[in-house]
């Protein structure tokens, strides 16, 4: 396998700052919501959402090391973030059942959006940044199931 050309290199970081933007955000709202949680769920929600914020914040850590062993420079301002993320934050009053709807959608659009980016990759001849893609789409689709496991009807 050849070295990745500076078109491929640059191609994948856009798709990685677009992980790494995303995974942050995503990694608030989830802080958010395992401050802010109420109800009769509160202990097992708390939990389920501490576990799922820092597996985030090791994962947004991944995709900007791997934008630097590609040659470029990781965002890291909020500004740069919102414009970047496919997650949206959330300043509302969600209820519990709110908050595990709201996360799953965000997970299962973590998914979607990692499965399109990773054959994208694949066709640039990344297979490492593939790789990191894959083991990733795992988490988020076993946090959707995770979440919508505590969903009641
Ligand atoms: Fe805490």
């Known amino acids: 396998m050849s070295t990745l050309s500076p078109t491929a ?20 709202k989830t802080h958010g919501y395992h401050w802010n949680v109420k109800g009769p769920h509160f202990h097992a929600l708390h939990q389920l959402f501490q576990e799922q914020y820092e597996d985030l914040f090791e994962a947004i850590d991944e995709f900007a090391e791997r934008i630097k062993a590609l040659g470029h420079k990781a965002p890291a301002t909020f500004s740069e973030y919102k414009g970047l993320s496919v997650i949206t934050e959330d300043d509302s009053e969600e209820k519990d059942m709110g908050m595990v ?3 799953l959608k965000d997970h299962q659009k973590m998914g979607d959006t990692l499965r399109k980016m990773t054959a994208h990759v694949q066709g640039e001849g990344d297979e490492a940044t593939a790789d990191m893609m894959i083991a990733r789409t795992q988490v988020h689709d076993k946090f959707a199931w995770m979440l919508e496991s505590h969903l009641t009807g």
């Open 9 to 28: 290199k640059k191609a994948v970081a856009e798709e990685l700052n677009i992980l790494l933007a995303s995974s942050y955000v995503l990694m608030l």
């Open 101 to 103: 709807k709201n996360l």
